[in-house]
């Protein structure tokens, strides 16, 4: 399936599994001159994580677009989705249609949602002719006993590797992921992820 994006609104006030005062504890950052920055890292080491595991650790509403319908069943990730809350296809008359009569399994590793009985409507073959619009993250607000130490572990050793190097080359050499991030993150990581 050929996929064209995927984007997420975050919902208001949701708390990164890293909040700042631990960021700075763990950095040795006594002031607030550099909050914002922290801050930026923090939201960066989170998306680094969500995409090498491919699953949200903070609510927020994603879309998905695709130019037209999988042959199958639609995989969903970014999850644990909990909801879908639209499915849009452009028809042949390049009018926009709510698709119905579809099956969801939310609860599967990688959730999937199942065509209708006679398969999935005809879309258009183009760019965002197929919107899928669901809602994934956990739950509760205040997350951090959802999220596993070993996911607060990962987010502070990249984002102490972040603050320390602020650029790709640092000396002459280049810069990587800090090691231990990647198997910290690895007994989260669902459906092979995005290294």
Same mark, same amino acid.
Not at 92 to 99: K, Q
Not at 100 to 106: E, F, I, M, T
């Given at each position: 399936m050929r996929y064209t994006g995927m984007k997420r609104t975050l919902v208001g006030g949701h708390s990164e599994p890293v909040t700042l005062d631990m960021a700075k504890a763990h950095l040795r950052v006594s002031g607030s001159a550099e909050d914002t920055l922290i801050q930026s890292i923090i939201a960066s080491a989170r998306d680094f994580a969500e995409n090498y595991c491919t699953r949200s650790f903070v609510d927020g509403t994603w879309v998905l677009s695709m130019p037209c319908f999988p042959d199958g069943d639609l995989v969903l990730t970014m999850g644990p989705v /909990?909801? !879908? *809350? #639209? !499915?849009?296809? &452009?028809? #042949? #008359? $390049?009018? /926009? *249609? *709510?698709?119905? $009569?579809?099956?969801?399994? &939310?609860n599967a590793r990688l959730p999937v949602v199942s065509p209708p009985i006679m398969g999935w409507p005809s879309a258009l073959d183009q760019a965002g002719s197929v919107l899928v619009t669901y809602k994934a993250g956990p739950e509760n607000a205040t997350i951090y006993a959802e999220n596993p130490p070993s996911l607060t572990a990962a987010m502070l050793l990249l984002i102490e590797h972040l603050y320390a190097n602020r650029s790709a080359v640092i000396n002459g050499s280049q810069t990587e992921t800090p090691l231990g991030v990647k198997p910290l993150l690895e007994t989260m990581r669902i459906g092979g992820g995005v290294a």
């Open positions: /909990r909801e !879908i *809350t #639209s !499915i849009t296809y &452009l028809n #042949s #008359s $390049g009018v /926009r *249609t *709510t698709a119905a $009569g579809y099956a969801s399994d &939310l």
